[in-house]
């Protein structure tokens, strides 16, 4: 028979010394792992960006990332900070080394959260010229026409972000119309019933290249190299 | 994002709600919705909860950022939560021991509530700012609270009703959630912009 | 001094399947409910999920099961809690190592398995108190319970939703996917359903055992 058990507290010591060694223990776990997977990770990240890139700016072979400030592009080195002002964004180059493209994040507001597109930019003609869908979360079979719809694809072949005289902004802002209504290059057709996915799409360009273009046209010809 | 704080409001509280569009505390959701009284006090002292561990994880993700330790952030993150729990809870012994007894096994559960977790790193994944996150963990908590008083509103009516034996109890709680789920959805779109 | 309890049983086959099918997370228990509704809108997702939080589960519970006689009763919920977090943080990396797709589908809810009631549940109910192997094989059938119970799920989710499942096309061009059982009512809906399937099976079978 097993005697009456007196109620003890454990003494703070003990309970210190308890926490201490699961502490280290998990300490010691937890940075193995981050040091061990953070090559992995970086690669993975690495390759699904250049996935991303080559898939708007076909024919690229090579990416580089860059920041655009009012001083001027300068290269970006991977994981490094974007300088204040900053607005991101990647070069392409084929296998001879000529520069492809740009291509450039957008993101905005949809119906159930943001959607990112990454869209490719030709500098010499200043059109977008293709844009891949990065991340959302739409309606399935709805929103997410904007991943099929051709005809809304289509809108993204040539769409105009020419800069104005001043290089403040573009000379037409970027805007979404009801279907079949487009007349300018520089809109976008939206997709009959799916209007607010179509239209954060339209926004979220507008806004980043509003951003991007003034600082990046006057600085293209250092990409060429 | 450049979302202005009454979208984030709007958004959190009706179009995303934590527990009928992003499936966020779920377990309390179920477990403490069949009455109108306890409902409510479990709303509020979680939306309390939510809020001191929106403002600790803001602190803590400028501090982890600083010194790049960004991998202890989850363990960071559910301490704090764990301790404001215990905090409310010897709060509400003393200040209010018959809503404490009410309550019961359920507010040390708040510490599992996903809901709680999930505002601290959804305001540090989009890096909102001080008073976005305060109005998203307010939101949140709103939303979470909206959805229990349905909820128990809606069961306790129920009790008078004749409901299949089979039926009764957690199926009849996901059908009704789903219903309102589906309800909610009405509102997808608000505050999306032009 | 022990008092006789559940650990001199030693391990049988019931201490494994009594997680996957009388104590069945999902669909008797109905707990870690978060994931299981949000992650499930296809076969694949929701098995991924099952598969992350059974490494979880059974890494926390063997930790736990080892250091159960060092730490002091006071202290035990806290300590659970980091070494669940713990584990959470390694599988959050080695998912992304491996997979940033799946990442980016499963997103925020691999963090969130640290709250998952499961696996708190079964470290203070069954890991504190059994001996390592013990609680592993237990922390074993738990796992494969709720992975099961989440691929089931996605998997009508998905079939039902999607028209697919594991990304193939079942039906021809005719099929009208039932769109909503992708999106957040629908995992109420189903989650109802296959709840209602189990309870009338298990009353079936206990009005065999009676009559």
């Known amino acids: ?80 900070a974007l300088p204040e002002g900053g607005v991101k964004f990647y070069a392409a180059y084929d296998q001879a080394g000529v520069l492809k493209g740009v291509a450039a994040e957008a993101a905005g507001k949809g119906y159930a959260d943001v959607v990112r597109v990454l869209y490719g930019y030709d500098a010499e003609r200043q059109v977008i010229i293709g844009i891949g869908v990065v991340s959302m979360r739409e309606t399935p079979g709805i929103g997410d026409k904007i991943i099929t719809d051709q005809a809304f694809l289509k809108n993204f072949e040539a769409l105009d972000v020419r800069v104005n005289a001043e290089l403040t902004a573009l000379a037409n802002a970027v805007k979404v119309v009801k279907h079949g209504s487009k007349t300018d290059p520089w809109q976008i057709d939206a997709i009959a019933g799916a209007t607010v996915t179509s239209k954060a799409v339209g926004r979220g360009i507008n806004d980043s290249a509003q951003k991007l273009m003034p600082l990046l046209v006057p600085h293209i010809a250092e990409l060429k190299s | 994002m450049n979302e202005s704080l009454s979208q984030i409001f709007i958004g959190t509280l009706l179009t995303n709600n934590f527990v009928l569009a992003m499936f966020l505390g779920l377990c309390p959701f179920l477990g403490v919705s069949s009455r109108l009284g306890t409902a409510v ?44 729990v215990q905090l409310v809870e010897m709060v509400m012994k003393k200040y209010s021991p018959a809503l404490f007894r009410a309550l019961g096994i359920f507010l040390p559960l708040i510490t599992t509530n996903c809901a709680v977790l999930a505002v601290a790193l959804f305001q540090t994944a989009r890096e909102y700012s001080f008073s976005q996150s305060l109005v998203f963990a307010l939101g949140g908590g709103a939303g979470f609270t909206l959805a229990l008083v349905l909820m128990a509103s809606l069961r306790e009516r129920l009790q008078l009703a004749n409901v299949p034996t089979l039926v009764q109890g957690t199926a009849l709680s996901l059908i009704l959630a789903g219903l309102l789920s589906l309800a909610f959805m009405g509102f997808a779109g608000l505050g999306a912009g032009e | 001094m022990s008092l006789p309890n559940q650990a001199d049983e030693g391990i049988t086959f019931d201490t494994f399947m009594e997680g996957v099918w009388r104590q069945n997370p999902v669909f ?22 099952g598969v992350a939080t059974m490494f979880v589960l059974v890494s926390s519970c063997l930790l736990v099961s080892m250091i159960r006689h060092l730490v002091p009763k006071e202290v035990r919920i806290a300590t659970y809690i980091v070494i669940i977090a713990t584990f959470v943080t390694l599988v959050d990396y080695l998912i992304q190592a491996a997979s940033l797709a799946l990442y980016e589908a499963l997103g925020a809810f691999i963090q969130l398995i640290v709250v998952n009631c499961i696996i708190l549940g079964r470290a203070e109910a069954h890991a504190s108190k059994n001996p390592p192997l013990k609680a592993v094989v237990n922390a074993l059938g738990m796992g494969v319970g709720f ?34 059982m992708v999106l957040p009512p629908g995992g109420f809906f189903v989650l109802g359903g296959w709840l209602l399937l189990f309870a009338l099976l298990r009353s079936r079978k206990e009005g065999k055992v009676q009559a």
């Open chain 1, 1 to 80: 028979m097993s005697e009456p058990i007196q109620p003890q507290t454990t003494p703070g010591s003990k309970m210190i010394a308890t926490m201490a060694l699961v502490a280290s223990i998990c300490g010691v776990l937890i940075v193995g792992a981050f040091e061990g997977t953070q090559d992995a990770i970086a690669e993975n990240k690495r390759i699904m960006l250049e996935r991303a890139v080559f898939k708007v700016l076909p024919g690229a072979a090579s990416v580089r990332e860059y920041a655009a400030t009012s001083a001027g592009i300068q290269p970006l080195a991977a994981g490094a």
């Open chain 2, 41 to 84: 006090p479990m709303g509020v002292a979680t939306t309390f909860v939510m809020l001191v561990a929106s403002v600790c994880a803001y602190a803590l993700n400028l501090l982890l950022n600083y010194f790049q330790l960004e991998f202890l952030r989850l363990i960071s993150y559910i301490v704090v939560i764990a301790s404001s």
């Open chain 3, 28 to 49: 008797v228990m109905v707990l870690g409910m978060c994931p299981t509704l949000a992650v499930t809108v296809s076969a694949v997702n929701g098995l991924s999920m």
């Open chain 3, 147 to 180: 992975a099961i119970g989440l691929f089931a799920l996605g998997a009508t989710r998905e079939i039902l939703g999607a028209g697919k499942l594991f990304g193939i096309t079942l039906f021809g061009d005719n099929f009208q996917p039932w769109v909503v």
